[in-house]
Nanobody
Framework: QVQLVESGGGLVQAGGSLRLSCAAS????????MGWAREVPGKQRELVAT???????NYADSVKGRFTISRDNAKNTVYLQMNTLNSEDTAVYYC????????????????WGQGTQVTVSS
């Protein structure tokens, strides 16, 4: 069993900042890629940022230069630092992790957190 729990969401004014955290817990062998995605009602889920176990990152064009993804492998935690927030960043943010559950490479699966609400007021 693997669980991802997000935290750090809330209400901020436009131009402000938030830092999201996502901690993985349970029984697993290792974590490969981790990332963040966001959803707005009536719209497709958007992949925001990803980071490999080695620290290589990728960002959606809509957040590049404003958001920074990082991770602490010792804590099995991924972070998303969000700066210069605007109303278009309002969404539920979900944590994602590609988890190797056992010694077998066939045990790799994707897991998602429950989501944390980010609301940016204008």
């Amino acid at each position: 069993q693997v669980q991802l729990v997000e935290s750090g969401g809330g209400l901020v004014q436009a131009g402000g900042s938030l830092r999201l955290s996502c901690a993985a817990s349970g029984s697993f062998f290792s974590i490969n890629d981790m990332g963040w995605a966001r959803e707005v009602p009536g719209k497709q889920r958007e992949l925001v940022a990803t980071i490999t176990s080695g620290g290589s990152t990728n960002y959606a064009d809509s957040v590049k230069g404003r958001f920074t993804i990082s991770r602490d492998n010792a804590k099995n935690t991924v972070y998303l630092q969000m700066n210069t927030l605007n109303s278009e960043d309002t969404a539920v943010y979900y944590c994602n992790a590609e988890v190797r559950r056992t010694w077998s490479r066939d045990s790799v699966r994707n897991y998602w957190g429950q989501g944390t609400q980010v609301t940016v007021s204008s």
